[in-house]
């Protein structure tokens, strides 16, 4: 892939692509050295794979409309501006437009690409040096829609919000260690448990437990996005080849 070894400032999508590369590339090395899943590191983990598809999307929404010669924003936009803009529906189903390097939202991004795809993909077929597989998988939507319940803004594996109420049980599911009442705490006779337990001053009684979870955080919504990031890997290569000649 000629794109792999070329200025990024000399690139079709300015360069969001392979950095897309770099950040799935990372996420599958850390996330095939963390075996069992239950150290810290998966949550970095699963930001790395959501942000590469954000700049995957991004990529392949640029190529898009520079191969098809599409302009943005109704036509005022060229299509080869240096700024290139996403667009989207509010709530009235009124049409808007954003502009990509501030647009976020991982179901904004998807359906834009996807409208662009369902529109244009005899096209694309046509102006493609060889011939291109299957372009949309039915079950994206699925996986987008997962996504967007936890983290569609880019915000979920990068904080702790103790403050929002409305996704407490969300935020729960991050913890590596959780706090639970003394009545419920029942360690495992016969496996090692792993847990804290804050006694008193005269080491008398037990007034805190803390015990570390013994399932995988967001195993689901993780492999979810790795699934999503793999397909949109082989989509951009797809496009990098067929469309783009390799750059």
């Not at 943005?72 to 700024?83: A, N, R, T």
């Not at 989207?88 to 996807?114: D, P």
């Not at 079950?139 to 109420?165: G, M, Q, W």
Request: aromatic share 12%; glycine share 4%.
């Amino acid at each position: 892939m000629k794109y792999l070894l070329t200025d990024p400032e000399t690139h079709i999508d300015f360069g969001f692509g392979v950095l897309a590369s770099d950040f799935y590339q990372t996420a599958d090395f850390l996330w095939n050295s963390n075996e069992n899943k239950l150290t810290k590191g998966t949550l970095p983990n699963l930001y790395l794979y959501r942000h590469s598809i954000e700049l995957y999307l991004k990529s392949l929404i640029i190529i898009i409309h520079k191969k098809m010669e599409l302009n943005y924003k109704g036509g005022k936009v060229p299509f080869d501006s240096k700024e290139a803009y996403v667009k989207y529906i509010e709530g009235n189903n009124e049409v808007k437009w954003k502009k990509l390097t501030n647009s976020h939202f991982i179901s904004t991004l998807y359906n834009y690409f996807e409208e662009l795809i369902i529109e244009h993909e005899d096209d694309l077929r046509r102006k493609a040096s060889q011939e291109m597989s299957k372009i949309i998988n039915p079950h994206n939507k699925k996986i987008i829609n997962h996504i967007k319940e936890y983290d569609d803004k880019s915000t979920f594996f990068r904080y702790v919000d103790l403050s929002d109420r409305k996704n407490e049980e969300k935020e729960s599911e991050k913890k590596y260690n959780k706090r639970i009442a003394l009545e419920d705490f029942e360690p495992d006779l016969e496996k090692p448990t792993k847990a804290l337990l804050v006694v008193d001053d005269n080491a008398d009684e037990v007034l805190e437990v803390h015990q570390s979870t013994k399932e995988i955080p967001l195993k689901d919504l993780g492999q979810d996005l790795r699934n999503l990031a793999d397909y949109l890997s082989g989509i951009h290569a797809m496009f990098r080849t067929c469309l783009c000649d390799g750059f």
